[in-house]
């Protein structure tokens, strides 16, 4: 079938925080952009993910692979300063970053340390915060930031723990910006993705065991694919999502609906 619709990202820069492997919810979103005619800035954290990023950048056409520790002030820092030689605004920034320790998703959260969760805040809720901050100023034109998030911030779900505890501040920290960034027109979301088979999502004990529950209940009867989340991540990015702010956005399949799931 020969039909053509127009790029709905044709002119933006966009900077993706959070590629670490070809199966990072930030790659499929980054690869998305691309087709959608972004102009694209990837960053890494530290020399160990250099190399591969690199090559994902050269893949996807980038104009720029940065390394950036969000806990760095001199980074993120850096990261602004590299980004004013290369591009004269950015209009779409992606936030695609967490991390707990992995004991932190085993054990009761009754266990949880104070280290640990002050780590997974400031990692994956902080961070939104501090990206804000240190980029909006580049956003000249207004523009969107997106962030990931998941259902365990609202429910208990098991093993999820302290990161759960971290999404829900998240998710109020996206609230929050979107107020004070508003009248900039600029659009603060989160996406709310089904449990999707990352390097990420594997420290989560028992995680293939969550990934046969939501397909077997959720209303669509099957796992999400990232590249559904990519999509919505464009959409957020573009001026069709103009009028919408704050938002928390399910990309699960359906799942967050369901009271009690019966499988047939
Ligand atoms: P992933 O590929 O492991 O991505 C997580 C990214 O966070 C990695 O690129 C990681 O870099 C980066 N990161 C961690 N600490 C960082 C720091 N201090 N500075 C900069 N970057 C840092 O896993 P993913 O599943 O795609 O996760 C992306 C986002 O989606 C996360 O917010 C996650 O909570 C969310 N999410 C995932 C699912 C799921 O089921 N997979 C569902 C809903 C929401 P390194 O690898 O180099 O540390």
Known sequence: MAFSMAQLLA???AVVLGVANKWSIAYFIASAFVREGASL????????QRQTVE??????????????????????????????????????VVHSIAFANREELSRPFLETSREGYLLAQEVSAFSLVA????????????????????????RVVQNYNVMG???AALEACVRYLAGDL???????NAISAGPIKTVSARGI??????????????????????AEVADTAVFLASDLARGVTGNIVFVDSGFQIVGLGLSE
Do not use: H, W
């Not at 508003?182 to 603060?188: H, S």
């Not at 004990?205 to 009867?221: C, N, Q, T, Y």
């Open 11 to 13: 002119g933006k820069t």
């Open 41 to 48: 800035v990837l960053t890494y954290q530290g020399e160990r």
């Open 55 to 92: 090559e994902f950048g050269a893949e996807l056409k980038a104009a720029k692979v940065i390394n950036c520790d969000v806990t760095k002030q001199n980074e993120l820092d850096n990261l602004v300063s590299q980004l004013r030689d290369a591009a004269p605004s950015i209009d779409a």
């Open 131 to 154: 990206v804000a901050r240190a980029l909006t100023p580049l956003m000249t034109n207004g523009g969107s930031i997106t962030t990931l998030t998941y259902l365990g911030s609202t």
């Open 165 to 167: 505890v971290a999404k």
């Open 182 to 188: 508003g009248p900039k027109q600029i659009r603060v």
């Open 205 to 226: 004990k028992d995680f293939s065991k969550v990934l046969e529950g939501v397909a077997a209940i959720a209303p669509l009867r099957r796992n999400t694919d990232p």
